[in-house]
């Protein structure tokens, strides 16, 4: 792996090009010019603020900085390309502009170095915006080679392990992450425009409340305690409410002890939102506006192109409930099963699998989750989620077995989760108690959050509330196949071949 990432053709190939890069620093040092000791270069302009300016620059002195990516040898001139955090600048450098001793040390200097450069900014007779240089400084010496040139860094492993070169050598990269940061900036500015105050809740939890998702553990050893790091954001944002602010949201990571595929990481960025005075349908209008909102910041549009399929997001976004879902795809009905026998042996039927502890509600959600989801793929709200599985929910007045609950789906994928938020604390005890009693079952040490519950019983107002996966949307608006493409550092199998 090691070889493929820094373009040896074999390991003593690869030895013998560090040992060559070692030599040339050592004898720097020994010369008192370890390019290490440099503490600062003065930038005017980037890369791209070069050629967009050039009307206003050419003919004007401007000093860059950045990374050596290639050089041509011309006899007594270079040109080199100069990457920045923008993108790429032609550098042109002749012995008669630096010097005998200065051009000589240019030329000793390799593919991946940091440099520094002053010039007058011009334009070839190919065309090409550049950089006539006079004064250039080494900045940093790169002791390990770039991936070669003609097969560049294709190694899914190592571009996930070793980012830093795949930022370096695969622009389209760089251009996912500029647009994550763009697209979480995007969310920020439309919730705090709805009146969403930001706010910042607790990542180490003391308990284990009973939900699904398995947690990581730690300890916090000044106070001897057990620790679990967050699932969730939504039970601390709901004392917040309760508190009496009325519109609260959160990005933040999540950490989930489970399994890793192209759709899921161990840790993985949500955000929750939360509003006082409304319910699950104000919670699917907002959900509509600010996926449209974000995708046209950031992509310029609403119609976006994900894995050779069309995807638009332009609202208003179809609405069924779990059960007319069911009924559409399958033939299902849930009104016509009268036990839960019956519900599991409808299941079975469709060859899907079910638990003998299954109950009518739970038998739906198989029905779904097997059948129907895969085959969501333009924004799909769908409502009305059985009280098994929604414990934060309010129940459907008139309906006591359905709860005012959704989740949205796109390309097939869960992609975000809505509630009327529960709040008669009577009824969150009873389905936490439940929900504990469950997982105790499993093995698990879950309990009962009574801060939580106290919170409840002080009063909280109706409220909507929402969840979804930032990385996923990114993913989305990146066209990136998988969540490691959109994780700067996914987590992945330690290695000890670097």
Known sequence: MAVRAFGGNCMDDLGELLRIRRDKLSAL??????????????????????????????????????????????????????????????????????????????????????LGAEGIVFRTKRGEISVHVHKIELLSKSLRPLPEKFHGLTDTETRYRQRYLDLIVNPGVRDTFVKRSKAIAAIRSFLANEGFLEVETPILHLIDTGADARPFKTHHNTLNLPMLLRIELELYLKRLIVGGFDRVFEIGRNFRNEGM????????????????????????????????????SVCGTAKLSYQGAEIDLTPPWKRV????????????????????????????????????????????????????????????????????????????????????????????????????????????????????????????DARVDEDFLAAMEIGMPPTGGLGFGVDRFIMLLTDSPSIRDVLLFPTMKPTDTL
């Open 321 to 444: 409930t779990m059960a007319e879902a069911v009924r559409e795809v399958c033939g299902a009905d849930y009104n016509d099963w009268e036990t839960d026998e019956q519900a599991r042996a409808a299941v079975r039927s469709r060859e899907v699998p079910c638990e003998e502890r299954f109950t009518k509600g739970e038998c739906l959600v198989a029905l779904f989750e097997e059948l129907c989801e895969p085959k969501l793929i333009q924004p799909t709200i769908v409502t009305d989620y059985p009280v098994e599985i929604s414990p934060l929910a309010k129940r459907i007045p008139g309906n006591p077995m359905f709860t005012e609950r959704f989740e949205f789906f796109i390309n097939g994928w869960e992609a975000g989760n809505a509630f009327s938020e529960l709040n008669d604390p009577l009824d969150q005890r009873k389905r936490f108690e439940e929900q504990v009693a469950k997982r105790r079952a499993q093995g698990v």
């Open 261 to 296: 595929s192209p759709k899921h990481n161990p840790e993985f960025t949500m955000c929750e939102f939360y509003q006082a005075y409304t319910d699950y349908r104000g919670m699917m209008d907002l959900i509509e506006r600010l996926f449209y909102d974000v995708a046209m």
């Open 29 to 114: 040092t020994e010369e008192g010019r370890s390019p290490y000791l440099v503490t600062r270069y003065d930038q005017t302009h980037r890369a791209e603020e070069i050629k967009e300016g050039f009307d206003t620059l050419e003919g004007q002195t401007v000093r860059v900085c950045g990374r050596q990516m290639s050089k041509r040898d011309m006899g007594k001139a270079f040109f080199c390309d100069l990457q920045d955090t923008s993108g790429r600048l032609q550098l042109y450098i002749k012995v008669d502009d630096l010097g005998e001793d200065a051009f000589a040390d240019f030329k000793k200097w390799d593919i991946g170095d940091i």
